[in-house]
């Protein structure tokens, strides 16, 4: 499986993204589909995880403000990320097993 993330780009504080993840195979049988991000000089941390039966799990920095969801018949992972902070500014990888997207770079202005 292929993940193919976009979406990312320069936003305000307060302000939204929406990040996509498209995997080039069928994810329906991929229980957990995750979001990492890693902010330059910091360790890739675990953003959101949704799991096949839609429950979900968040890194307590963004629990409120981002939603991960997953369309399985499309083979899609997407993330919202509103009332974005400046300590949101990294680089967010799709993540499936030992898959790992290219990652797109989000940056948020003070």
């Known amino acids: 499986v292929q993940l193919q993330a976009s979406g990312g780009g320069l936003v305000q504080a307060g302000g939204f993204l929406r990040l996509s993840c498209a995997a080039s195979g069928s994810i329906f049988s991929i229980n957990a589909m995750n979001w990492y991000r890693q902010a330059p000089g910091k360790q890739r941390e675990l953003v959101a995880r949704i799991f096949r039966d839609g429950s979900t799990n968040y890194a307590d920095s963004v629990k409120g403000r981002f939603t991960i969801s997953r369309d399985d018949d499309k083979n899609m992972v997407t993330l919202q990320m509103n009332n974005l902070k400046f300590e949101d500014t990294a680089v967010y990888y799709c993540?499936?097993?030992?898959?790992w997207g290219q990652g797109t770079l989000v940056t948020v202005s003070s």
């Open positions: 993540n499936a097993l030992y898959f």
